[in-house]
């Protein structure tokens, strides 16, 4: 399998742009995460989906973003209008409960500038 | 809630030589999962080491072991003969064994090595 795939690797836009973050998870998992990461708050969960449902999304900072997974291959991220306060790493990232030795399997992230 | 703290934000080690990350948690719970992730300057998190709560035994890969004291809900990381590709930011990160549940990182460590 090729792993939990993001796209695009960096993005940079403007204040008041709209923002699409992909992801694909590893076939059969049926979690997926969304994190973000700054360096003054670290690692922070968004949300996260359990076979295509949203679990919790008490993480979501505000109604500027909102999370879909259509299919059990496909999540965005979405940042609608974006600000600066928005720049960060973007993780997604899945994994199959119950699975031996489960364990959470990260992409390589997006990087999101917002000027 | 679970939190997960991990107390050293940042920790050097000589190339070589030994050194622990440490790690505690808090849960009710009786089962469930503790690991550590490597961040290096890559970005990409990597999966260190894995624990189950209910095995006593403390879990290996190679250099990296585990102190697990369930007791005292401690799980801190020895890395033997530090290598300079170990330098990395390293996070703890906890899930429990009820399905549904997320998992929840500390703030995570930065570890440099000195040649």
């Known amino acids: 399998d090729a792993g939990v795939i993001q796209s695009p690797r960096h993005e940079v836009t403007e204040m008041g742009q709209e923002v699409t973050l992909r992801c694909k998870p590893i076939?059969?998992?049926?979690?997926l995460f969304w994190y973000r990461q700054t360096m003054m708050r670290g690692l922070e969960l968004l949300i996260y989906?359990?076979?295509?449902?949203?679990?919790?999304d008490s993480g979501m900072p505000e109604d500027r973003f909102s999370a879909k997974m259509p299919n059990a291959s496909f999540s965005t991220l979405k940042i609608q209008p974006s600000e600066p306060r928005d720049s960060a790493v973007y993780f997604c990232?899945?994994?199959?409960?119950?699975?031996?030795?489960?364990?959470?399997?990260f992409g390589s992230g997006t990087q999101l500038s917002v000027l | 809630a679970q939190t997960v703290t991990q107390s050293q934000p940042e920790m050097s080690v000589q190339e070589a030589e030994t050194v622990t990350l440490s790690c505690t948690y808090d849960?009710?719970?009786?089962?469930?999962?503790l690991f550590w992730y490597k961040q290096p300057p890559s970005r990409q998190m990597i999966l260190v080491i894995r624990?189950?709560?209910?095995?006593?035994q403390n879990a290996t890969e190679n250099r990296f072991s585990v102190n697990f004291q369930k007791a005292a809900k401690s799980f801190s990381l020895k890395i033997s003969d530090s290598q300079l590709g170990d330098a990395a930011m390293y996070f703890c990160?906890?899930?429990?064994?009820?399905?549904?549940?997320?998992?929840?990182f500390g703030p995570g460590t930065r570890l440099s090595v000195l040649p």
């Open positions: 990232a899945s994994s199959l409960w119950g699975a031996t030795n489960e364990k959470l399997f």
């Open positions: 076939s059969g998992h049926d979690y």
């Open positions: 989906f359990n076979n295509n449902v949203p679990i919790d």
């Open positions: 849960t009710s719970e009786s089962d469930y999962y």
């Open positions: 624990q189950e709560a209910y095995k006593q």
């Open positions: 990160a906890y899930r429990g064994d009820n399905y549904g549940q997320n998992f929840v």
